[in-house]
T-cell receptor
Framework: GAVVSQHPSRVICKSGTSVKIECRSL??????MFWYRQFPKQSLMLMATSNEGSKATYEQGVEKDKFLINHASLTLSTLTVTSAHPEDSSFYIC???????????FGSGTRLTVV | SQQGEEDPQALSIQEGENATMNCSYK?????LQWYRQNSGRGLVHLIL?????REKHSGRLRVTLDTSKKSSSLLITASRAADTASYFC???????????FGKGTKLTVNP
């Protein structure tokens, strides 16, 4: 079935640095990728929608200059957390509509800790 | 896109028992999807039921949809400890729309 590979699974970074998270669709073309953030014991919050070849669409309240999304190809979407702060520590998950099957396929998530 | 509201928020049962969780939504849909999230992992798609379907089965899962009441239920039969996870529903209009999620039902299956 459709698989989205997300890397890294865990990352620890210092305040002020940037972190890039990658999501690759392994056996299908993902023209659209959704990015979520999840705080402990809470639900997933949609951050933005990336579309191959065009600018990402951000949800209300999400800083587009802080969370840079790039969808450079049909198999790769990236989220860069710029100038990270401890409050950006969270679980980030990507998702794409699964071609040829029901539902959406999700990456395994990235646990970001900013110290 | 609309968010589903899962109920109960938490459910604790013994292995072998059945688990039922419910989902309500507000506006008409094309389909409704159920997902499972194990702790610290991404979501896994369980089942999709379309608006013209009333019931659907997949292994130990049974999903119902009542469009007149704008509600759905997910039944897991003969539960196992490995079913311990959070379960989310997502009502959808179809196409490649963005999915939004509620708080989910946290299911604990005790061995």
């Amino acid at each position: 079935g459709a698989v989205v590979s997300q890397h890294p699974s865990r990352v620890i970074c210092k305040s002020g640095t940037s972190v890039k998270i990658e999501c690759r669709s392994l056996d299908f073309q993902a023209t659209t990728m959704f990015w979520y953030r999840q705080f402990p014991k809470q639900s997933l919050m949609l951050m933005a929608t990336s579309n191959e070849g065009s600018k990402a669409t951000y949800e209300q309240g999400v800083e587009k200059d802080k969370f840079l999304i790039n969808h450079a190809s049909l198999t790769l979407s990236t989220l860069t957390v710029t100038s990270a702060h401890p409050e950006d520590s969270s679980f980030y998950i990507c998702s794409a509509p699964a071609q040829g099957q029901d539902g959406y396929t999700f990456g395994s998530g990235t646990r970001l800790t900013v110290v | 896109s609309q968010q589903g509201e899962e109920d109960p928020q938490a459910l604790s049962i013994q292995e072998g028992e059945n688990a039922t969780m419910n989902c309500s939504y507000k506006t008409s849909i094309n389909n409704l999807q159920w997902y499972r999230q194990n702790s610290g992992r991404g979501l896994v798609h369980l089942i999709l039921i379309r608006s013209n379907e009333r019931e659907k089965h997949s292994g130990r899962l049974r999903v119902t949809l009542d469009t007149s009441k704008k509600s759905s239920s997910l039944l897991i039969t003969a539960s196992r400890a490995a079913d311990t996870a959070s379960y989310f529903c997502s009502p959808a209009q179809g196409g490649s729309e963005k999915l939004v999620f509620g708080k989910g039902t946290k299911l604990t299956v005790n061995p």
